[in-house]
């Protein structure tokens, strides 16, 4: 079974705070990605990476910034943090870049900033 | 812009009866098709993948594709109480290796 490991599942931090994000998986997968979930929005992909050292922007990249030295670990930035980034953090991997490829996530992180 | 669209619901069946979930996507060169179930507070979790048009089954779950009509979905027979969550479907292309999630259909399943 894959699995997806981030580090709180819940953490509360304050306005201008650098928060970290940690996400590791054990199953050697190339793709890891970070999103957030919001009420009525869904889940948006904010960057992902698929390969040590390479990332990409996703749809809502402004104000968070991502870290992949070692391949099962993606850590996710918030440089300072605002209360708007409230939300619950999903990370999720796949072993590869073929389609087929479904992603898996871990349990999720709810951050709240105050 | 990519687009995938579900109904937010909710959808309420009675226990035993068959919930019909759908989904429509925009981008014709998508190729893989997936459903997550996600409770409450948790993270989703996959339960069907599909790639050819026609149906899958998985057990109490059949997922059908219909391409050309650009529509996926997600029947779940005698359904239970433990049924209840939100589903979301997501799409990818081949020319990208990230997925576009739905919005989720929220399903109720009544004792």
């Known amino acids: 079974d894959v699995k997806v490991t981030q580090s709180s599942r819940y953490l509360v931090k304050r306005t201008g705070e650098k928060v970290f994000l940690e996400c590791v998986q054990d199953?050697?997968?190339?793709?890891m990605f970070w999103y957030r979930q919001d009420p009525g929005l869904g889940l948006r992909l904010i960057y992902f990476?698929?390969?040590?050292?390479?990332?990409e922007k996703g749809d809502i990249p402004e104000g968070y910034s991502v870290s992949r030295e070692k391949k099962e670990r993606f850590s996710l930035i918030l440089e300072s943090a605002s209360t708007n980034q409230t939300s619950m953090y999903l990370c999720?991997?796949?072993?590869?870049?073929?389609?087929?490829?479904?992603?898996?996530f871990g349990d999720g992180t709810r951050l709240s900033i105050l | 812009q990519k687009e995938v669209e579900q109904n937010s619901g909710p959808l309420s069946v009675p226990e035993g009866a068959i919930a019909s979930l759908n989904c429509t996507y925009s981008?014709?060169?998508?190729?893989?098709f997936f459903w997550y179930r996600q409770y409450s507070g948790k993270s989703p979790e996959l339960i069907m993948s599909?790639?050819?048009?026609g149906d899958k089954e998985d057990g109490r779950f059949t997922a059908q594709l219909n391409k050309a009509s650009q529509y996926v979905s997600l029947l779940i027979r005698d359904s239970q109480p433990s049924d209840s969550a939100t589903y979301l479907c997501?799409?990818?292309?081949?020319?990208?290796?990230?997925?576009?999630f739905g919005g989720g259909t929220r399903l109720m399943v009544k004792p």
């Open positions: 999720a991997s796949t072993l590869s870049q073929a389609s087929n490829q479904p992603q898996h």
């Open positions: 199953m050697d997968h190339e793709n």
């Open positions: 990476s698929y390969d040590v050292k390479m990332k």
């Open positions: 981008d014709r060169g998508s190729q893989s």
């Open positions: 599909i790639y050819s048009n």
């Open positions: 997501a799409v990818r292309s081949n020319a990208g290796n990230m997925l576009t």
